[in-house]
C-alpha cells in the first residue's frame, strides 16, 4: 500500500501505473459496465491503496474496486498484502462496504499465487494477461499466454528445476528440519555444495520470503510455500515410468515392494498415494506409485507378477530422476517411502485427489513450523 510517508520510487510507479492502466482497459472491455472511473489516490482521503476504480453495474450498483500493488508477486509477499487488506477492511469501517472489492496487482502472478487470492476473496490482475474480478453479478477472468509466464518465469525458476541438483539437496536438507538454524558454512558441508551455491539458494528463498536469518543462522520461514512452488517447476520434467498391471491387491502389492526391500535390499520405495498414505492418510487410491532403480525394474516387475500396459494400469514403477530424492527417505510399516517431500513433489503431478493428498501431507509435516 502506497503511504504519503513513503518516497515515490521510479520502479514500484511504473508497476502501478502499467496496473492502473490495465486493469481500465480491461474494465472497458465489458461493454455493460459504465462511468470507469480510475480515481487520483493522492486527492483521496483513502491513502491506503494504489489504485481506486470506480465502475457502475447494469443495474446502477456503483462498485468501487481497490488495487494494492507489488513490484513483486511472489507467494509469501502477496499473503502479507492479503492479511494486511483483511485488517484495514477490519479496522476501518470505510472499506466494510458490500460495494467495495479488492485486488492484489504486480507483474506477474504465478497460478499458485492466483489461487491464494481467489481462496482468499481477492481478485487479481498482472502485466502479463491474468487478472480475475468476482463480485456480485460481475465475473471477468483472463489468462495470460503460456509463453509470457515461462519467460518472466525463467530466471526464477533455476533453483526449483530438476537440472539443479546441488539445489535439490540443499532445499531437501532445509525441510528434513524446518526449525532449524543453519551456518551456511555447515549447510554447504552438509549438503555437498559450495559455499557459493548455499549462498545463491538462500538469496533466492530470500528474495521470495520464504527463508529469513535467524539468530543462529538461516531458518526456513514458509515451508510449505517452498514445496508448492518447487513442485510447480520440478514437475515439468516427466518421470521414466513403467506403466503396469497386477492382479493383487493395492494392499498385496505394498507388502511384496516392502519384502524387495527387506529380503532383497533392492530400494523401492512408495510414493504418490501410497507414500502419501503413510504420512497422512487422507484419500482413497487404486494405483501404486514407487520408485525402483533402472536396474533392477525387470526383477521387480516379475517378483510382483505384473505386466506393461497401456492402460488400467494399478503400478506405476519409477525410475529415479537423480539419487538426491532418496534424502530423508524412511521406512513406514514395513515399507520404504521417499521423504515427505518427494512425495508430496510427486502428488502435485498427480490427477485427481492428488493436490489434496498433498496438501495433507503439508499441513501435518510442515504447517507448525512456518514463522
Not at 509469501?76 to 458490500?98: F, G, L, M, P
Not at 533402472?294 to 521387480?300: L, N, S
Amino acid at each position: 500500500m502506497t503511504h504519503k510517508s513513503l518516497q515515490n520510487y521510479s520502479s514500484h510507479q511504473q508497476v502501478v501505473e502499467g496496473v492502473r492502466q490495465k486493469l481500465k482497459s480491461l474494465l472497458k472491455e465489458v461493454p455493460a459496465l459504465t462511468d470507469i472511473d480510475a480515481v487520483d489516490v493522492s486527492n483521496e482521503n483513502r491513502f491506503e491503496f494504489d489504485i481506486i476504480v470506480k465502475i457502475k453495474l447494469p443495474d446502477q450498483t456503483l462498485i468501487e474496486i481497490f488495487c494494492e500493488v507489488k513490484s513483486k508477486g511472489e507467494p509469501a509477499i502477496i499473503r502479507k498484502s492479503i492479511d494486511t487488506i483483511q485488517h484495514v477492511c477490519e479496522s476501518c469501517d470505510n472499506y466494510r462496504s458490500s460495494n467495495s472489492y479488492y485486488m492484489i496487482g504486480a507483474p506477474f502472478i504465478s497460478e499458485s499465487t492466483r489461487k491464494i487470492c481467489e481462496d482468499s476473496g481477492l481478485g487479481y490482475i498482472d502485466l502479463s494477461g491474468n487478472s480475475l474480478i468476482k463480485h456480485s453479478t460481475l465475473l471477468i477472468r483472463t489468462v495470460g499466454k503460456e509463453e509470457d509466464r515461462v519467460n518472466r518465469r525463467r530466471a526464477n525458476v533455476s533453483v526449483f528445476e530438476r537440472s539443479s541438483v546441488k539445489s535439490s539437496i540443499i532445499l531437501r536438507h532445509l525441510l528434513v528440519n524446518p526449525k532449524r538454524e543453519w551456518l551456511l558454512k555447515n549447510l554447504a558441508k552438509k549438503s555437498g555444495a559450495s559455499p557459493a551455491q548455499v549462498s545463491k539458494v538462500k538469496k533466492f528463498l530470500a528474495d521470495k520470503g520464504l527463508v529469513a536469518n535467524g539468530a543462529d543462522g538461516l531458518f526456513v520461514k514458509e515451508p510449505s510455500e517452498i514445496i508448492i512452488q518447487w513442485a510447480e517447476a520440478y514437475n515439468k520434467i516427466q518421470n521414466a515410468v513403467y506403466e503396469c498391471y497386477s492382479i493383487d491387491s493395492i494392499s498385496e502389492i505394498e507388502r511384496k515392494l516392502g519384502e524387495l526391500y527387506s529380503d532383497f535390499g533392492i530400494q523401492c520405495a512408495l510414493t504418490g498415494f501410497s507414500g502419501g498414505a503413510r504420512y497422512a492418510p487422507s484419500v482413497k487410491y487404486k494405483k501404486v506409485h514407487a520408485y525402483v532403480p533402472q536396474e533392477h525394474i525387470d526383477f521387480v516387475k516379475k517378483y510382483l507378477k505384473c505386466t506393461d500396459t497401456s492402460r488400467g494400469a494399478n503400478v506405476s514403477l519409477i525410475v529415479p530422476y537423480d539419487n538426491a530424492l532418496w534424502i530423508d527417505e524412511r521406512e513406514i510399516r514395513e515399507n520404504l517411502v521417499v521423504s515427505p517431500v518427494q512425495v508430496c513433489l510427486d502428488l502435485y503431478a498427480l490427477k485427481g485427489r492428488g493436490e489434496e493428498a498433498a496438501e495433507a501431507i503439508i499441513l501435518k509435516e510442515f504447517k507448525q513450523y512456518e514463522r
